[in-house]
Each structure stands twice: as C-alpha cells, then as structure tokens.
C-alpha cells in the first residue's frame, strides 16, 4: 500500500498551465501534448547549436548542474541538450562510485579535473550534491562529513564563479505519486527494469529523508552568485522545455555560427585498389 508522505515532504506542484498559452496544447489531464513538445524542442534545440557556436567563439566556461530525485528527469533533459550540440563544446560529466583513493582526497577534487576549459559548457548529471543529498539520505558519510560540505561548498561555488565559471544549478522536483508511477512504469517493462536500482528504491522509501536533504541543501547553498533554479518535472515534455528555455535566457548569445562552405572538388591521384570481393561485409539482412 502506497504511504503518502507528511504535508510538507511532498514535492509535488499544483498544475498551472501559462496564461498565454493555448490550452489545446494540453491534455485534459494538463500534460503537454506531443505535437507542441516536439514542434518547440526543434526550436530550442536550433537555439542551443547557436548557443555553443557562442560560447565557442567567447570561450565561455559553463558548468550546468543537474540534481534531483530518482526518475524526476535529469537524464531526458541532458539527452536533449545534447542530442544536436558538439561532444567537444557540449560534453556530460556522470561519475562512477568513488574508488578507495578519490575517498582519501579533498571531497571536491575529483569533480574540479572535469570542470570547463574555455569554450566549453559541462553538464553534471549529478554533482558534488551528492554528499549533501544521496550520501546523507543513504548514511554514506558521516554528520561530520556533511556538515563540513554545507560548510565548504558555497565558498567553493564563489571561488569558481570568481575564476570565470558560470555555475548554474537545476534541480527536478517530482511528486511522490509521480516517482512512484514511473518506477512502476520500469518495473513493468522488462526492457526498461533496468533503469531501476536498488539505489532507486531506497531512495523512494525514504521520500521524506530525501525532502530534508533537499530544504538542508537550499539553505545552505541557494547563494547569489549561484542559485537554485527548480524544475517541477511530474510533467516531464514541459520540464525538459522550460529548463532549456530557461538555460538558453541566461546568455546574451548572438548568432555567429559559420557561414556555408563550398565543398572541394576530389583531386585526381593515380591510384588502383584492391579487388573489392576480397573485403569482408556484414550479411545484407534489410
């Protein structure tokens, strides 16, 4: 039986549908529907191929943070930033597990080698958050450890914002009830039951814990220089649409994408190759 959790742990959001909308881009459930989701993330998604040409050309250095609870879309999100940009401007940072050395280091090392160089703009599919949230919700590090990071990351995040990294963070809000249906969702698709971990499932169980992890870590990191953006993300078409409209009004970005090349004619070398039955193919199945 499903518990709701206490008033006040839950992330869920009121569905308010924008004023200057048309509501036949809506479900009469309030989703988004398909049609307007992708005709707008074609547009964004053009918007993002000139953002990168900008950040190319300014070498701007960009690190995107995305947090969150499990299944609350953080993944879908990067996939779509990333889906038409370059791999050398635009890369994704997910890390594994620590090994036992990267334990024994300064806690924000390991995360400061994949920070930008000019020209680059990195998203954290997870960050150093993890010790303020799913270290501390699962036990996996000490109050002393956790305190310590409250402490220290707001003065880590100016030092990098100092040095000429923009740092912008999002976190995905998801309900209860929603995490709850998509986890099912994969639970009941064998191809998908992957997606769900052990970790997801103690996560879940633990909704609540997760909530005083996410107000803890606001209170102490939700700074000027680099705030918290939230994300509701039950809806997950118009989360993925609102964070990239919103990441994309942050810069002041012009359209300076290169012009269109002429292509060269081959250059005529005298050369004879092999016979081409000596070649290996793949079985022509389609």
């Known amino acids: ?12 959001v009121g569905a308010q549908l ?28 053009e918007q993002l191929v000139l953002l990168q040409y900008w950040i190319a050309s300014q070498r701007l250095k960009v690190a995107v943070i995305f947090e969150g609870r499990g299944s609350a879309g953080k993944g879908g999100v990067i996939k779509r930033i990333t889906e038409r940009t370059s791999p050398r401007t635009v890369r994704v940072v997910a890390l594994p597990k620590p090994t036992e050395r990267e334990r024994t280091q300064w806690y924000f090392q390991r995360y ?13 599919d997870r960050s150093w958050y993890n010790r303020s ?22 003065e880590f995040e100016r030092m990098l914002v100092r040095s000429g990294i923009t740092v912008l963070k999002y976190w995905f809000s998801v309900s209860f009830e929603e995490q709850r249906r998509r986890f099912e969702a994969r639970n009941a698709e064998p ?25 803890t870590t606001f209170q102490y990191t939700d700074i000027k220089q680099a705030p918290w953006y939230v994300v509701p993300s039950d809806d997950k ?11 994309l009004s942050l ?35 389609f």
């Open 1 to 12: 039986m499903t518990t709701t959790p206490p008033e006040g742990a839950d992330d869920a």
């Open 18 to 45: 924008p004023s200057d909308r048309d509501l036949s881009d809506y479900t009469r459930h309030g989703r988004l529907r398909s049609r307007t989701y992708d005709a707008e993330m074609e547009r964004i998604q």
């Open 112 to 124: 400061v080698e994949h920070l930008p160089a000019a020209g680059e703009m990195v998203l954290f």
């Open 133 to 154: 949230n799913v270290e501390w919700v699962m036990g996996y590090c000490s109050q002393e450890e956790h305190q310590e990071f409250l402490r220290s990351c707001p």
């Open 191 to 215: 191809l998908k039951r992957w997606k769900l971990s052990e970790m997801d499932l103690a996560e879940h169980e633990l909704y609540v814990r997760y909530s005083m992890a996410k107000d």
């Open 237 to 247: 078409r118009a989360a993925r649409l609102n964070c990239i409209s919103h990441l």
């Open 251 to 285: 810069f002041d970005f012009q359209d300076v994408a290169p012009e269109r090349v002429e292509l060269p004619e081959m250059r005529h070398i005298a050369y004879v190759r092999p016979p081409i039955h000596e070649q290996t193919f793949v079985p022509q199945l």
